[in-house]
């Protein structure tokens, strides 16, 4: 079950990330807000179902507290790639890329 969650959590935050850019005016895969609203629902989905699932055993907890700092990790990095001047400056100046480069 956990390993399934982590490989969903990865898959999703790729998708959310869109490695790719254009030469193009606007880059693509540079939306920040679908990033903050992909991470949010990833965070909630996994605490919500690890307090369904994990009643009483410990291991259960601990699994998916693993699971929820890995979709952190997960969205850090992608929060990175995206507030990134070269790759998409249309975000470098936007408050939660600010806020992100103060706590990097």
Same mark, same amino acid.
Not at 36 to 43: A, E, F, P
Not at 58 to 85: T, V
């Given at each position: 079950?956990?390993?399934?969650?982590?490989?969903?959590?990865?898959?999703?935050?790729?998708?959310?990330?869109?490695?790719?850019?254009?030469?193009?005016?606007?880059?693509?895969?540079?939306?920040?807000?679908?990033?903050?609203?992909?991470?949010?629902?990833?965070?909630? +989905?996994?605490?919500? +179902?690890?307090?369904?699932?994990?009643?009483?055993?410990?291991?259960?907890?601990?699994?998916?507290?693993?699971?929820?700092?890995?979709?952190?990790?997960?969205?850090?990095?992608?929060?990175?790639?995206?507030?990134?001047?070269?790759?998409?400056?249309?975000?470098?100046?936007?408050?939660?890329?600010?806020?992100?480069?103060?706590?990097?």
């Amino acid at each position: 079950m956990a390993k399934t969650l982590m490989i969903v959590a990865i898959v999703i935050v790729a998708f959310s990330a869109n490695m790719g850019f254009s030469e193009a005016r606007a880059h693509t895969g540079c939306n920040l807000s679908a990033e903050q609203k992909t991470c949010l629902t990833i965070q909630g +989905v996994v605490a919500l +179902v690890a307090g369904t699932v994990c009643t009483h055993a410990s291991q259960c907890e601990e699994n998916f507290d693993r699971i929820a700092k890995f979709a952190k990790g997960a969205c850090d990095i992608s929060l990175e790639y995206l507030c990134d001047e070269d790759l998409c400056p249309e975000n470098y100046d936007k408050s939660t890329c600010k806020t992100k480069r103060t706590d990097w």
